[in-house]
């Protein structure tokens, strides 16, 4: 079981959270402008990297709010986790894994 540190609430069991999808994809701008192709695209396709990766998570059995986590997908690890809006932190895992060549591509 992960142990997940909600910024807002400290260390829970994973099973106080629910996972929310990839973090910090951009609304388009105009989607109006879209064609389904382009607006399919943005509603269902997202990356499935194996290493560093920005997920969001909400805090179901707590204080309710979502906030983002930086997780190692080949290890479980989590290395941070941060407010909505807020920057990643960096990781100085995800340089090792770049030059181990496990890192995102």
């Given at each position: 079981?992960?142990?997940?540190?909600c910024p807002f609430c400290g260390p829970r069991p994973e099973i106080e959270f629910s996972y929310?999808?990839?973090a910090h994809i951009e609304r388009p701008?105009?989607?109006?402008?879209?064609?389904?192709?382009?607006?399919a695209e943005y509603l269902y396709i997202?990356?499935?990297p194996r290493g560093i990766h920005?997920?969001?998570?909400r805090h179901i059995n707590g204080c309710a709010r979502f906030f983002n986590v930086r997780r190692n997908t080949i290890t479980d690890e989590i290395l941070a986790t941060y407010k909505m809006g807020?920057?990643?932190a960096?990781?100085?895992?995800?340089?090792?894994l770049s030059a181990k060549g496990g890192a995102v591509r």
């Open positions: 079981m992960l142990l997940i540190t929310g999808g990839q701008k105009d989607p109006m402008s879209l064609d389904d192709q382009s607006w997202r990356s499935n920005a997920e969001r998570w807020e920057s990643p960096s990781c100085s895992e995800e340089l090792d």
